[in-house]
């Protein structure tokens, strides 16, 4: 009999911590397909995140460094600097890439460091337990805007890739979702396109990736997945940005 | 031997320059030396100064609380460093800039750094001229080495820079040996 | 040549390959010197320059390059050295190789530009979150800034630990003859890192980080740091000392405040009078050893007098070395001025100490 389906050789065999429904598992699995099909994996250098990914080094099967929360294309474009032939990217969150992180995010980019950015923005902080991240929507309701996000006081979500998407250096932006399997597929697509860029010196390349939080949108995992096809994607739209 | 030397003058003067050649004119006699600038905000017209101390032995403290000799190419870097001059020590001071009558207990010097600098055909070799009175005035050090200096200085391109700092620094030396 | 570019230039010898900082006087002379020479000396190195956005950018850069397994190094004077904390804790958290350069400038806040040494604590006490130390050198001449930059990136990558060269803004910008006297120490040596990340070919994936959750798991970490900082601490004490067999008043100081202070010993001296001199090299680990010689009963007339350009931090550690045993003056400032020669002999005759 065929096999055509197994786990990546990217991914160890173990299993995750994340919650029932969360994206991150989704999006790990990705990356880790698109490292095996580019055979990069003894190449790859992984730069993780503080925030719920804070251990994907215990899941991905590469060599991998924690980063001090936002400073994770800090860290990256050392790496890459010094060992250019090897494969770097980033995986970060919205806190750590749009808040704590937005000025080493945007002079990595406007570097044009040849790295890959991977942004999962799932609009809260889930580690901390459900805050308002910078791209936490107008009247959603998080542990720190308890009456939902008010423009008068939280001002507007952050559209980050939109914002990246000027810079000259920037070479590859794209904002995906993981809310059905056409989205998932789309959302390979664009990975595997970001890795490429990498690999043929393009330059910097990022993909936002809207993920789901069932736990703190306090819904369940179906509703979650509806709620960024109908909602989230009305304030993010899915789209090449550059 | 153990020389302390106070330069001071107004940004744009050449200060750190002169200060510089000298210590790597005394690098050259396989002197002890070290030159410490006065480090600020201000990059022209601001003041500026530098202490320069050369010996025949290891050098402590880089600062220079009291000078031998004080190097002053204008009125008001001679009066802010006046004070932090030794009794009897040399005073060097910019006759061209600095006006009315100047009193210390010093060997006082008052040489037109500025007007033989303007004669030479380019101000900005006053802090040279200074130089050659110094060389001349303490005898410290031999012309030759800071000759030497001048030209390792000069950048590609801008020899002719080495020839108008030979005369001038000669032409400092001149000011002190037509003066005694 | 400048302490500034003396450290560049040390750094550069000493096989640094990554180097990242952000402006701040009085240490310019130091990134304008890497900016120029680090690419043109790049060569089998491929050593890398980068002006970081920020102090923070620069010490994270120095994590991610290190953690490649790659000689980093950055730079900064005192307010930036307070953004680099965060980085500083990691990199002691990491168990990753480092050296930090801090020109020391007047603090708290913005302060000013003049040299000082208010950054002791800071330095010596961890500086950031957690329980780590650095390594600290504290160089006092052009020359040693140059010697000590082989010392700090061979100590980093032995102990896998972050190393601060602390200097002040008079070594930085004072100009000395720099004669590059060998130095026994003064040679690189080369230390296996099997765990840096060079991609997993042939191996199992290496990790860099900083993070145990499981139970237990920290504390065990900690206590593997603590037995490092214990052998630290045993085998990497370093002073200078003058004429400590007689002295009976020892001056103890460390970098520019030394200088001013072996002027002071050679002038009493002559005079007969009887006075030495200790100057910590390194300052973390503290030279203790120095001081315990002299906690006997016979040593105790002997009288410590401590001069620093800040008001009294690495006084505490004389104190502490000295176990109470015997008596320890202080005499310092900072914000712009230094304690003179004079000052410290009006203060040795005053109180007849």
């Keep these: ?242 | 031997m153990r020389e302390k030397i106070i330069i001071a003058g107004a940004g744009g003067h050449g200060i750190m320059l002169l200060g510089k050649i000298l210590a790597q004119g005394a690098l050259r006699e396989g002197r002890e030396v070290t030159w410490l600038p006065a480090y600020g905000a201000e990059v022209r017209g601001g003041s500026a100064y530098c202490m320069v101390i050369i010996s025949d032995r290891k050098i402590g403290s880089p600062y220079v609380e009291k000078a031998d000799t004080l190097i002053a190419m204008n009125g008001l870097s001679l009066s802010r460093f006046k004070p932090r001059l030794k009794e009897n020590g040399l005073l060097l001071f910019n006759s061209s800039l600095v006006t009315g009558k100047v009193s210390a207990k010093a060997r006082i010097m008052g040489l037109p750094f500025t007007g033989t600098a303007l004669k030479l055909g380019n101000v900005k070799v006053a802090n040279v001229v200074a130089l050659g009175a110094f060389i001349a005035g303490k005898k410290v050090l031999d012309k030759k080495n800071i000759l030497r200096v001048i030209k390792d200085m000069a950048p590609q391109g801008k020899k002719d820079l080495i020839e108008i700092n030979r005369k001038a620094l000669c032409a400092g030396i001149g000011l002190i040996n037509d003066k005694s | 040549m400048t302490g500034n570019e003396a450290v560049a230039e040390g750094a550069i010898q000493a096989g640094c390959q990554f180097y990242a900082a952000y402006p701040i006087t009085p240490q310019n002379e130091l990134i304008a010197y890497m900016a120029k020479h680090m690419p043109a000396r790049s060569g089998q190195l491929n050593r890398v320059f980068i002006q970081a956005e920020s102090e923070l950018a620069a010490i994270n850069m120095v994590f991610g390059a290190s953690a490649a397994g790659k000689r980093a190094m950055t730079s900064s004077s005192s307010p930036g050295m307070s953004l680099k904390q965060e980085g500083i804790s990691y990199i002691a958290g990491a168990e990753l190789p480092a050296v930090i350069v801090n020109m020391m400038r007047g603090g708290p806040g913005l302060g000013n530009i003049a040299p000082a040494q208010s950054d002791y604590f800071q330095a010596t006490r961890g500086g950031g979150h957690g329980d780590y130390h650095s390594i600290v050198l504290a160089p006092s001449s052009v020359e040693e800034a140059y010697n000590l930059m082989f010392l700090a990136f061979n100590l980093a990558d032995k102990y896998r630990n972050p190393v601060i060269v602390l200097g002040d803004g008079t070594l930085g910008q004072m100009m000395e003859p720099l004669k590059k006297v060998r130095n026994p120490e003064s040679k690189i040596q080369n230390y296996k890192k099997p765990w840096a990340l060079t991609g997993c070919k042939g191996r199992k994936p290496n990790v860099i980080k900083s993070f145990y959750m499981k139970e237990g798991a920290l504390e065990e970490f900690n206590l593997k740091l603590q037995k490092k900082y214990k052998e630290i601490e045993e085998n990497e004490q370093r002073w200078e000392e003058s004429f400590l067999d007689d002295a009976e008043i020892i001056l103890v100081a460390y970098g520019t405040m030394a200088r001013v202070c072996r002027d002071v010993v050679d002038n009493l001296r002559e005079k007969g009078k009887k006075i030495g001199l200790v100057r910590p090299i390194s300052l973390w680990p503290f030279p203790k050893k120095v001081f315990h010689r002299f906690t006997g009963k016979a040593d105790q007339r002997k009288r410590f007098l401590v001069v620093e350009m800040s008001y009294g931090q690495m006084v505490d550690d004389v104190r502490l070395s000295c176990c109470g045993k015997a008596k320890v003056e202080f005499i310092g400032h900072s914000g712009g001025g230094i304690p003179t020669g004079e000052e410290i002999i009006r203060k040795i005759n005053e109180k007849n100490i």
Excluded at chain 1, 46 to 59: K, M, N, R, S
Excluded at chain 1, 88 to 100: E, R
């Design chain 1, 1 to 242: 009999m065929k096999k055509i389906f197994s786990r990546p050789e990217s991914l160890k065999n173990v299993t995750t911590h994340y919650c029932a429904g969360c994206g991150h598992g989704l999006a790990h699995r990705l990356i880790a397909e698109v490292i095996d099909e580019l055979n990069i994996r003894e190449k790859v250098i992984a730069v993780a995140p503080v925030g719920c990914a804070v251990v994907a080094y215990d899941y991905w099967n590469f060599d991998c460094t924690e980063a001090a929360h936002g400073r994770a294309l800090a860290v990256g474009t050392a790496i890459k600097r010094v060992r250019p032939d090897n494969i770097v990217f980033t995986y970060q969150g919205d806190g750590d890439l749009a808040a704590i992180g937005t000025n080493e995010t945007i002079h990595a980019a406007n570097r044009g460091e040849n790295i890959t950015a991977i942004f999962i923005n799932n609009a809260i902080y889930g580690m901390t337990g459900g805050q308002m991240a910078p791209t936490t929507l107008l009247g959603q309701k998080t542990a720190t805007t308890p009456k939902g996000r008010d423009v008068r006081f939280q001002g507007y979500p952050l559209n980050i890739s939109l914002l990246l998407g000027t810079l000259p250096a920037v070479k590859y932006v794209e904002r995906v979702s993981l809310h059905n399997p056409q989205e998932i597929l789309k959302s390979k697509r664009a990975i595997k396109q970001a890795f490429q860029n990498q690999i043929d010196n393009i330059g910097f390349s990022l993909v936002e990736i809207l993920s789901p939080c069932p736990t703190y949108w306090e819904m369940s995992s179906e509703k979650a997945m509806s709620w960024i096809r109908d909602t989230m994607t009305k304030e993010f739209p899915l789209r090449r940005i550059k």
